[in-house]
């Protein structure tokens, strides 16, 4: 497993890719030179040891040691153990509502990106919990499975959008039916499912799908991301707005917010409804009241005992200087018997 300390470094990178190109318009210019003002065949014979592969080696050379040294500033580590650790805290599995209807755009940017601004920033607050990840729109489908791995679950929270899923609709029902199957732990007595969504449920047995998830002792939060006021759900093409989408009665849907649902879902599987609005205010919110409930202890695998690596890279760097500095360019006998490029011609 390797860790990056300073990968800011990298930028550096961009020195070398300027070298080439001062490098390449050098060699240009340098032959374009000769054959305007002298005889290349004569040129030959007047510096015989002239050598253009060892001036092009040279540049490799010296430039595997500006990355080398490049990398040695990043330090890159390695975990060197895989330990068991003990940690203390919560399940929590988010639902997100990727269904069309989160594209609308009475929330900046639109509500789905919303959604996972809220959700990475509940992520970014937490100290030891566990989270997993449900998308769904029709029908609910796995994300992500409980993990401590918060990179892996921002990553994968990153790439969800509403095409992931061909079933339209929101099916509120089916993701929490879905988070029953991820708390596989018995002894849990913590388990929190925390639905992102506008609200809008097509399915009227959400409710006591709830309920039912309560009694396994599942606490629902719900946090809802749009307004009142709704907006239109835009059809876009290379992120061009083209249309808006229409009923069958060719009108432009306005969807809004549905706090009613969300609230009644919520208040049946003993948990709260969170207006989305501010983030701030909705990391607070949840961060309180994860930290207030009992937090069991559990088992997680992770790399411990990272070691330093930039000592190598460090002496690969030094050595092509080293090299290049002994490096002449001028042709010497083992070249000339190599005749590379020609240059004997």
Same mark, same amino acid.
């Given at each position: 497993?390797?860790?990056?300390?300073?990968?800011?470094?990298?930028?550096?990178?961009?020195?070398?890719?300027?070298?080439?190109?001062?490098?390449?318009?050098?060699?240009?210019?340098?032959?374009?030179?000769?054959?305007?003002?002298?005889?290349?065949?004569?040129?030959?014979?007047?510096?015989?040891?002239?050598?253009?592969?060892?001036?092009?080696?040279?540049?490799?050379?010296?430039?595997?040691?500006?990355?080398?040294?490049?990398?040695?500033?990043?330090?890159?580590?390695?975990?060197?153990?895989?330990?068991?650790?003990?940690? @203390? /805290?919560?399940?929590?599995?988010? %639902? =997100?509502?990727? #269904?069309? &209807?989160?594209?609308?755009?009475?929330?900046?940017? $639109? +509500?789905?990106?919303?959604?996972?601004?809220?959700?990475?920033?509940?992520?970014?607050?937490?100290?030891?919990?566990?989270?997993?990840?449900?998308?769904?729109?029709?029908?609910?489908?796995?994300?992500?499975?409980?993990?401590?791995?918060?990179?892996?679950?921002?990553?994968?929270?990153?790439?969800?959008?509403?095409?992931?899923?061909?079933? @339209? /609709?929101?099916?509120?029902?089916? %993701? =929490?039916?879905? #988070?029953? &199957?991820?708390?596989?732990?018995?002894?849990?007595? $913590? +388990?929190?499912?925390?639905?992102?969504?506008?609200?809008?449920?097509?399915?009227?047995?959400?409710?006591?799908?709830?309920?039912?998830?309560?009694?396994?002792?599942?606490?629902?939060?719900?946090?809802?991301?749009?307004?009142?006021?709704?907006?239109?759900?835009?059809?876009?093409?290379?992120?061009?707005?083209?249309?808006?989408?229409?009923? @069958?009665?060719?009108?432009?849907?306005?969807?809004?917010?549905?706090?009613?649902?969300?609230?009644?879902?919520?208040?049946?599987? $003993?948990?709260?409804?969170?207006?989305?609005?501010?983030?701030?205010?909705?990391?607070?919110?949840?961060?309180?009241?994860?930290?207030?409930?009992?937090?069991?202890?559990?088992?997680?695998?992770?790399?411990?005992?990272?070691?330093?690596?930039?000592?190598?890279?460090?002496?690969?760097?030094?050595?092509?200087?080293?090299?290049?500095?002994?490096?002449?360019?001028?042709?010497?006998?083992?070249?000339?018997?190599?005749?590379?490029?020609?240059?004997?011609?």
């Amino acid at each position: 497993m390797f860790q990056l300390e300073e990968d800011i470094w990298f930028w550096l990178l961009f020195i070398v890719l300027g070298m080439f190109i001062v490098f390449l318009w050098e060699q240009i210019w340098k032959k374009k030179t000769k054959r305007e003002f002298s005889d290349l065949e004569l040129l030959a014979r007047l510096s015989p040891d002239q050598s253009v592969f060892k001036s092009v080696l040279k540049f490799i050379v010296l430039s595997l040691s500006i990355v080398c040294l490049i990398i040695a500033l990043v330090n890159p580590k390695m975990g060197t153990s895989l330990q068991t650790v003990k940690r @203390q /805290g919560v399940d929590v599995v988010f %639902a =997100i509502d990727v #269904s069309k &209807s989160m594209l609308a755009e009475d929330i900046a940017p $639109n +509500r789905l990106e919303k959604a996972k601004q809220l959700t990475t920033q509940i992520i970014n607050s937490l100290v030891g919990d566990r989270v997993g990840i449900i998308a769904y729109a029709g029908k609910a489908i796995p994300q992500l499975p409980i993990t401590t791995d918060y990179a892996a679950a921002k990553m994968f929270l990153q790439n969800m959008n509403t095409e992931m899923l061909s079933s @339209q /609709g929101t099916a509120i029902n089916e %993701a =929490i039916q879905l #988070s029953r &199957s991820y708390y596989n732990d018995e002894e849990q007595t $913590n +388990r929190v499912l925390v639905i992102i969504s506008d609200g809008e449920d097509h399915n009227d047995s959400s409710v006591s799908v709830a309920e039912a998830a309560a009694k396994e002792g599942i606490k629902i939060y719900t946090i809802g991301v749009g307004s009142e006021k709704g907006g239109p759900i835009p059809l876009k093409k290379n992120g061009v707005v083209m249309s808006y989408k229409k009923n @069958q009665s060719g009108e432009t849907v306005i969807t809004k917010i549905n706090k009613k649902t969300l609230a009644e879902i919520a208040e049946n599987a $003993n948990g709260t409804y969170v207006d989305g609005k501010n983030t701030k205010s909705v990391t607070e919110t949840v961060s309180d009241i994860l930290n207030k409930m009992d937090k069991k202890e559990f088992e997680a695998k992770e790399f411990a005992e990272y070691e330093d690596q930039f000592q190598w890279f460090l002496g690969l760097g030094l050595f092509f200087l080293i090299l290049d500095i002994l490096f002449l360019e001028r042709k010497t006998a083992w070249l000339k018997r190599l005749n590379l490029f020609n240059e004997n011609l």
